[in-house]
C-alpha cells in the first residue's frame, strides 16, 4: 500500500544525497537495481537516481532528457567519450501523487536488445538504444557512486540532483532479476515484499538493501 512504501522511504530535496565506495565488484556484467520512487518536481529534465564515476567512464540511471531520451522517461547512460551506450523508454513517468516500482537488470552477454530491461510498476518496457550497444559493463565498480545525484567527472563534482521520495531501494551484484523478486500484485494493486536471497539470488559481494523504515 501507499502507506506501507511511505513509511519505508526517504525523501531527497534536490540538494541531498547518497554516497557509496562502490555499485559492485566486478566488471559490472550483471547485476539489478530496484527501488521505489515519488517524484515532487518534473521542472527537472534530467536528475540522477544512480550515479557512478570509474576511470574515464561514467554511469547515470534516472529520468531523461532531450538527447538523453524524453524528459520525464527512464533513461540510463554509460561509458566515456565515444564509447557509451543510452538506453531509454517512451513511458513517460509524469504523476507526482504515484508511486513508481522501478527495476533495471543487464545482463553482458544478451544481445544488444535485451542487455538492458526495464520494467514500471512490474510491466517490461520497450527501450531505444543509441551510440555503442558494445558497451559490456554497468554500474560497475567505481571509485565514488551516489544514490540521487549525478558523479560528475573524475572530479566527483554533484550534479542532477534528484527531488522527491525514494524507497526500498535494491541492488543485487551478480543476478539479472525480474520485479517479481520485490513486488507482487494483490487484488490488482502492484505492492513491495520482501527479497527472498534464497530464491532468486544472493545480493551479492556488493549488493544491499536500503529500507528506510521510521517503525
Known amino acids: 500500500s501507499e502507506m506501507c512504501i511511505r513509511d519505508r522511504s526517504l525523501m531527497f530535496d534536490g540538494s541531498s544525497y547518497l554516497q557509496k565506495n562502490d555499485f559492485g565488484t566486478s566488471a559490472g556484467t550483471v547485476n539489478t537495481f530496484s527501488w521505489w520512487m515519488k517524484l515532487s518536481d518534473l521542472s527537472d529534465t534530467r536528475i540522477t537516481i ?60 544478451n544481445s544488444s536488445a535485451t542487455k538492458v530491461k526495464k520494467y514500471i510498476n512490474g510491466t517490461q518496457i520497450t527501450a531505444t538504444t543509441s551510440a555503442d550497444p558494445s558497451y559490456t559493463s554497468f554500474g560497475r565498480n567505481s571509485s565514488t557512486s551516489r544514490i540521487g545525484a ?61 529500507d528506510f523504515s521510521t517503525r
Open 150 to 210: 549525478r558523479v560528475d567527472g573524475p572530479g566527483f563534482s554533484v550534479g542532477q540532483q534528484f527531488k522527491g521520495y525514494l524507497a526500498d531501494i535494491y541492488f543485487i551484484d551478480g543476478a539479472a532479476l525480474e520485479p517479481t523478486a520485490f513486488a507482487e500484485r494483490i487484488s490488482g494493486t502492484w505492492v513491495p515484499k520482501a527479497y527472498d536471497p534464497a530464491a532468486h539470488s544472493p545480493y551479492g559481494a556488493s549488493g544491499f538493501h536500503l
Open 50 to 109: 544512480f550515479g557512478a564515476w570509474y576511470s574515464t567512464a561514467d554511469f547515470d540511471l534516472g529520468i531523461g532528457a532531450t538527447g538523453y531520451g524524453a524528459a520525464n522517461t527512464l533513461r540510463s547512460n554509460w561509458g566515456g567519450g565515444a564509447n557509451y551506450n543510452l538506453y531509454y523508454t517512451n513511458n513517460i513517468l509524469r504523476d507526482t501523487s504515484a508511486w513508481y516500482h522501478i527495476v533495471v537488470s543487464f545482463n553482458s552477454s
